[in-house]
């Protein structure tokens, strides 16, 4: 505590131009203030202030101390107001942006139970495939599934994720399975096409990111669709784990090539940099972290 003391002492003494004014802002002698700078300077070895009848001035290593100090006192400061928030009520609007398919089997069906615990908050929820402009379209939340480059977000990692490649037992059955890479060529492939240009599938070859075009009789630039052709049996189709791990876990759909998956493609949850976040904001990324890291969610979705 005195250690802490004597650092405030030594920012408001800067702060207020003299030791008087220090002394009087906390109702204090004069006295105690130069003791307590008296200390601190002992205890650190160094002089930090010239101290003259009329003026103060800070000394080189005085001055790098401060900005040093200043900076402890600002964070303990936010630290202590986000403790306070914590115990409060979670109060506005959110505008939440979410991909069209993972929102909509990921986000809309927990938000009755996060406004259920938060009864003063409302929700807009944006359902698109577009990266939206979170600064510039006021968006308070954006989910993403990608790896994070934009220096003036913050990201806070939702969960794991990963693409695998995915047919039903039966069509396995027919066709066999692919053991190499090289294997897709002979099967039928559900490719994602944007723009009517394919997307490729990306694996891991020998530590070696790879793109493949793959071809097959369906190509659609829906998502969902491809999913739903896989699960009638139609090909092979290479999807997220958020979307296809229910059907994996009960057996619709088995997993291909699974040691060439490639890492990346997590979830996150991206804001705007703030120095005071809402706790609205704090409140609902908590929510759907707690959520996705139980055991069996991805499972039963």
Known sequence: MDKFRQIETFVEVVARGSLSAAARAEGIAPAMIGRRLDALEARLGVKLLQRTTRKLALTDEGAAFLEDCQRILDELDEAENAASERSARATGHLLVSAPAGFGRQHVAPLLPSFLAEHREVTVNLNLNDRVVDVVGEGVDVAIRIASLNDSSLVGVKLADNHRVV?????????????????????????????????????????????????????????????????????????????????????????????????????????????????????TFVDFLRRTYAQPDYWQHR
């Open 166 to 282: 995915v047919a039903t037992p039966a069509y396995l059955k027919r066709h066999g399975r692919p053991q190499t890479l090289a294997d897709l060529a002979k099967h039928n492939c559900l490719p994602i096409s944007s723009e009517g240009s394919q997307r490729g599938w990306t694996f891991l070859d020998k530590g070696k990111a790879v793109t493949l075009k793959v071809s097959g009789n369906m190509v659609c630039n829906d998502g969902a669709v491809l999913h739903a052709w896989a699960l009638a049996g139609k090909g092979l189709a290479w999807r997220s784990m958020w979307e296809v791990g229910g059907q994996i876990a009960s057996g619709e759909l088995c997993t291909v090539l699974d040691e060439y998956s490639a890492p990346g493609n997590d979830i996150y949850a991206v804001f705007a940099q703030r120095r005071h976040l809402p706790l609205r904001i704090r």
